[in-house]
């Protein structure tokens, strides 16, 4: 994964404003809204959850951002993520690198769901195991030994 913010010189910035990843195909994963304070994105889970939505995962702090998460699925299966409370950094704090593990993205919060990582039995889960197999026979930087560390760090 990549974590991109926007270069605002000394003026400090979210930890990112774009994420990318290497996975098997190309596509939109989700939308993250920032939200005033804990006690708003709590109740704005209590409103989701009224209005048919499923929490995949949350509420928990990130190691990378800090920034306290919620993430929702709404009935069509979209994806959202609501935070608040995230790190802000300027230009002089240089680029680095972090572990990723399944337990990795939060500080603290329930572990992240099978939902949330993709691998829960059902039609998406054998959509994605279609995709990654297509993937692997393309001509791409989707290899298996890519794969396999996938795999390490959702079971990890």
């Not at 926007?6 to 979210?14: I, L, V």
């Not at 804990?38 to 951002?65: F, M, N």
């Not at 039995?121 to 959509?127: F, N």
């Not at 692997?136 to 990890?156: H, I, P, T, Y």
């Amino acid at each position: 994964m990549s974590f991109n913010r926007c270069d605002r010189g000394s003026t400090p910035a979210d930890h990112h404003t774009l994420v990318l990843a290497l996975g098997p195909a190309n596509r939109y994963l989700h939308s993250a809204y920032q939200v005033a304070d804990l006690d708003t994105l709590a109740a704005g889970g209590e409103y989701l959850l009224d209005r048919g939505y499923h929490r995949s995962w949350g509420i928990g702090r990130h190691v990378e951002g800090s920034q306290i998460f919620d993430y929702w699925r709404d009935p069509d299966g979209f994806f959202v993520e609501h935070f608040t409370d995230g790190d802000m950094f300027d230009n002089t704090l240089e680029p680095g690198w972090a572990p990723f593990s399944r337990s990795g993205p939060a500080q603290w919060g329930p572990p992240a769901t099978s939902d949330f990582l993709g691998t829960q039995p059902g039609p998406g889960a054998l959509q994605e195991l279609r995709t990654v197999v297509r993937a692997l026979r393309g001509d791409n930087e989707f290899d298996l030994q890519r794969l396999r560390g996938l795999l390490k760090g959702a079971r990890s």
